[in-house]
Protein backbone atom coordinates (compact mmCIF):
# COMPACT_ATOMS: atom_id res chain seq x y z
CA UNK A 1 0.00 0.00 0.00
CA UNK A 2 2.28 2.75 -1.61
CA UNK A 3 1.19 5.99 0.26
CA UNK A 4 2.93 9.72 0.04
CA UNK A 5 3.53 11.64 3.23
CA UNK A 6 2.91 15.02 2.50
CA UNK A 7 2.18 18.48 3.71
CA UNK A 8 -1.54 19.53 3.66
CA UNK A 9 -3.15 21.13 0.72
CA UNK A 10 -6.14 23.50 0.76
CA UNK A 11 -7.87 20.25 -1.50
CA UNK A 12 -7.22 17.88 1.55
CA UNK A 13 -9.20 19.90 3.76
CA UNK A 14 -12.59 18.66 3.31
CA UNK A 15 -11.23 14.53 3.04
CA UNK A 16 -9.01 15.45 6.71
CA UNK A 17 -12.57 16.33 8.19
CA UNK A 18 -14.00 13.00 7.53
CA UNK A 19 -10.78 10.94 8.78
CA UNK A 20 -11.09 13.75 12.08
CA UNK A 21 -14.50 12.58 12.50
CA UNK A 22 -13.63 8.74 12.19
CA UNK A 23 -10.94 9.05 14.29
CA UNK A 24 -13.42 10.97 17.70
CA UNK A 25 -16.26 8.44 16.88
CA UNK A 26 -13.58 5.34 17.09
CA UNK A 27 -12.84 6.39 20.81
CA UNK A 28 -15.57 9.14 21.70
CA UNK A 29 -19.36 8.35 21.68
CA UNK A 30 -20.49 11.53 23.19
CA UNK A 31 -18.55 14.95 22.08
CA UNK A 32 -19.41 17.96 24.13
CA UNK A 33 -18.47 21.74 22.81
CA UNK A 34 -16.95 23.45 25.42
CA UNK A 35 -16.49 27.19 26.36
CA UNK A 36 -13.64 28.23 24.56
CA UNK A 37 -14.64 28.25 20.95
CA UNK A 38 -16.53 26.25 18.45
CA UNK A 39 -15.09 23.47 17.29
CA UNK A 40 -12.59 22.74 20.13
CA UNK A 41 -14.55 19.19 21.46
CA UNK A 42 -13.83 17.31 25.04
CA UNK A 43 -15.21 14.27 25.56
CA UNK A 44 -18.12 14.51 27.50
CA UNK A 45 -18.15 13.61 31.53
CA UNK A 46 -21.01 10.82 32.21
CA UNK A 47 -22.78 13.81 34.16
CA UNK A 48 -23.60 16.18 30.72
CA UNK A 49 -27.02 15.48 30.02
CA UNK A 50 -27.13 18.57 28.03
CA UNK A 51 -24.98 20.12 25.17
CA UNK A 52 -24.67 24.07 25.12
CA UNK A 53 -25.98 25.42 21.88
CA UNK A 54 -23.35 27.23 19.54
CA UNK A 55 -23.99 28.93 16.61
CA UNK A 56 -21.43 27.46 14.36
CA UNK A 57 -21.03 24.27 12.97
CA UNK A 58 -18.34 22.84 15.41
CA UNK A 59 -16.38 21.21 11.93
CA UNK A 60 -15.78 25.04 11.35
CA UNK A 61 -13.48 25.79 14.11
CA UNK A 62 -11.47 22.19 13.08
CA UNK A 63 -11.84 23.60 9.82
CA UNK A 64 -10.11 27.03 10.76
CA UNK A 65 -6.96 25.20 12.41
CA UNK A 66 -6.53 23.02 9.02
CA UNK A 67 -6.43 26.30 7.27
CA UNK A 68 -4.11 28.13 9.45
CA UNK A 69 -1.79 24.48 9.35
CA UNK A 70 -1.70 25.12 5.98
CA UNK A 71 0.61 28.87 6.33
CA UNK A 72 1.26 29.41 10.07
CA UNK A 73 5.46 28.45 11.21
CA UNK A 74 3.85 26.82 14.35
CA UNK A 75 1.29 24.26 13.68
CA UNK A 76 1.15 21.92 10.27
CA UNK A 77 -1.17 19.19 9.03
CA UNK A 78 1.14 15.95 7.38
CA UNK A 79 -1.66 13.81 4.83
CA UNK A 80 -0.75 10.13 4.20
CA UNK A 81 -2.00 10.11 0.03
CA UNK A 82 -2.29 6.79 -1.89
CA UNK A 83 -3.19 8.35 -5.13
CA UNK A 84 -6.83 7.35 -4.49
CA UNK A 85 -7.27 9.11 -1.05
CA UNK A 86 -6.04 9.96 2.09
CA UNK A 87 -5.74 7.09 4.62
CA UNK A 88 -4.38 8.91 7.66
CA UNK A 89 -3.36 12.41 8.74
CA UNK A 90 -1.22 14.19 11.73
CA UNK A 91 -1.28 17.28 13.28
CA UNK A 92 1.39 19.09 15.09
CA UNK A 93 2.21 22.16 16.61
CA UNK A 94 5.31 23.93 18.00
CA UNK A 95 5.37 24.97 21.67
CA UNK A 96 7.97 27.49 23.17
CA UNK A 97 9.49 27.40 26.62
CA UNK A 98 11.71 30.07 28.48
CA UNK A 99 13.42 32.84 26.93
CA UNK A 100 15.75 31.14 24.90
CA UNK A 101 13.31 29.48 22.44
CA UNK A 102 13.96 26.21 23.65
CA UNK A 103 10.64 24.43 20.98
CA UNK A 104 8.81 21.44 21.28
CA UNK A 105 7.10 19.60 18.83
CA UNK A 106 3.56 18.11 20.16
CA UNK A 107 2.08 15.77 17.64
CA UNK A 108 -2.12 16.46 19.10
CA UNK A 109 -3.75 13.94 15.91
CA UNK A 110 -2.87 11.09 14.78
CA UNK A 111 -5.12 8.72 12.73
CA UNK A 112 -4.78 6.41 10.21
CA UNK A 113 -7.75 4.27 8.40
CA UNK A 114 -8.37 0.87 10.18
CA UNK A 115 -8.03 -0.72 7.05
CA UNK A 116 -4.63 0.75 6.50
CA UNK A 117 -3.29 0.24 9.26
CA UNK A 118 -0.63 -2.32 10.46
CA UNK A 119 1.36 -1.35 7.16
CA UNK A 120 3.92 1.62 8.28
CA UNK A 121 1.57 4.57 7.62
CA UNK A 122 1.37 5.78 11.25
CA UNK A 123 5.41 5.41 11.18
CA UNK A 124 5.78 7.10 8.68
CA UNK A 125 3.62 9.99 9.33
CA UNK A 126 5.64 10.38 12.73
CA UNK A 127 9.01 10.14 10.71
CA UNK A 128 7.85 12.90 8.75
CA UNK A 129 6.29 15.07 11.73
CA UNK A 130 9.75 14.76 13.51
CA UNK A 131 11.40 16.21 10.24
CA UNK A 132 9.24 19.06 9.84
CA UNK A 133 9.69 19.50 13.25
CA UNK A 134 13.45 19.45 13.39
CA UNK A 135 12.90 21.75 10.53
CA UNK A 136 10.94 24.35 12.16
CA UNK A 137 13.78 24.17 14.81
CA UNK A 138 11.95 22.02 17.47
CA UNK A 139 14.08 19.35 19.14
CA UNK A 140 11.99 17.79 21.70
CA UNK A 141 9.12 15.88 20.77
CA UNK A 142 5.91 14.58 22.64
CA UNK A 143 2.68 12.95 21.90
CA UNK A 144 -0.43 12.89 23.91
CA UNK A 145 -2.50 9.98 24.13
CA UNK A 146 -5.81 8.97 26.59
CA UNK A 147 -4.76 5.44 28.19
CA UNK A 148 -8.09 4.28 26.99
CA UNK A 149 -7.05 4.12 23.55
CA UNK A 150 -5.26 0.93 23.26
CA UNK A 151 -4.30 0.85 19.31
CA UNK A 152 -2.85 4.31 20.31
CA UNK A 153 -0.94 3.25 23.70
CA UNK A 154 0.32 0.26 22.22
CA UNK A 155 1.53 2.37 18.98
CA UNK A 156 3.39 4.86 21.18
CA UNK A 157 4.89 2.15 23.41
CA UNK A 158 6.28 0.32 20.45
CA UNK A 159 8.14 3.08 19.34
CA UNK A 160 11.63 2.35 21.16
CA UNK A 161 12.95 6.04 21.10
CA UNK A 162 9.95 7.84 22.40
CA UNK A 163 9.47 7.11 26.58
CA UNK A 164 6.70 7.36 28.64
CA UNK A 165 7.10 9.98 31.10
CA UNK A 166 4.87 12.51 31.92
CA UNK A 167 1.00 12.60 32.86
CA UNK A 168 -1.28 15.07 32.06
CA UNK A 169 -3.99 16.33 34.08
CA UNK A 170 -6.64 18.29 32.35
CA UNK A 171 -9.46 20.22 34.04
CA UNK A 172 -12.32 21.49 31.50
CA UNK A 173 -15.13 24.18 32.64
Known amino acids: MPSEVRLITDQDIEEVLVLWGLNAGEHVPLLSYDRWGPGVAVPARPEV ?102 DGMAFWQSRGAWLQDAVVFNHYE
Not at 62 to 79: H, N
Open 49 to 150: TEVEAFTRDPLDGTRDLLRAALTDELSFCLVADTGHGLDGFLTGEIHTQSVNDFRIGSIRELYVRPEARRHGLGSALVEAAIAEFRRRRARMFRAEVNPDWK
